[in-house]
């Protein structure tokens, strides 16, 4: 059951914002750097540890101490390896971080062009389509199908193997029956 719960807030102020499915997930990619997103009624909410990487931040914790309370949160994802809590942002507490990194401000770093990059792509992007980035589903599926591929393709370079070995023995039977059954072939019309 792949489903999350996210939980803002804390200690008794929390509550569920809303359970959704990973379809709901949709991943931001710059450079070699994924940026997971997840709907939460309507509201994209970023994973802190992957904004975090985008910004260089070594320490998230300390990260988040610097936003406000309603903007960071707990996504409770349910996995078949058991559940997994995972730091996340709103939107606003998103462009806090950014705002606030000396990293994204300094010309010439990763963090300074992936700032960029939300600046003057991602938001515009928002802005004129209504969305952006690469939705969850779609590069799942497309992970099952590549990966179906690829198991594929091994089968077959296998079944090759097989079929270039048989084919080996098979001309060594060939070439041991001729000299058996019929040496004057083997030996150029004469019995040796």
């Not at 940026?35 to 300390?62: H, I, M, Q």
């Not at 996340?88 to 300094?106: C, N, Q």
């Not at 370079?157 to 060594?172: I, P, S, Y």
Request: charged fraction near 30%; aromatic fraction near 10%; charge should be positive.
């Amino acid at each position: 059951m792949n489903k999350n719960i996210a939980v803002t807030g804390k200690g008794d102020a929390r509550h569920v914002k809303k359970i959704c499915d990973f379809r709901d997930l949709v991943v931001l990619r710059f450079d070699s750097v994924n940026v997971r997103v997840v709907y939460l009624n309507g509201d994209p909410w970023f994973v802190a540890k992957d904004v975090c990487a985008a910004l260089e931040l070594t320490n998230s914790r300390t990260a988040l101490q610097m936003l406000d309370d309603d903007e960071k949160g707990v996504n409770l994802t349910y996995t078949p390896g058991g559940n997994q809590n995972m730091s996340i942002i709103s939107e606003s507490g998103f462009y806090k971080l950014i705002a606030r990194s000396r990293k994204a401000t300094t010309q010439g770093t990763f963090a300074h062009r992936f700032s960029n990059w939300v600046f003057r792509n991602v938001i515009p992007g928002i802005r004129k389509t209504g969305a952006y980035g690469i939705p969850w589903g779609a590069l799942q599926d497309f992970s099952r199908r590549k990966e179906q591929y690829q198991l594929s393709a091994s089968q077959k370079g296998r079944e090759l193997q097989a079929c270039k070995r048989k084919k080996r023995e098979l001309e060594e039977e060939e070439k041991r029956l001729i000299r058996e059954y019929q040496p004057e072939f083997y030996f150029g019309n004469r019995i040796q």
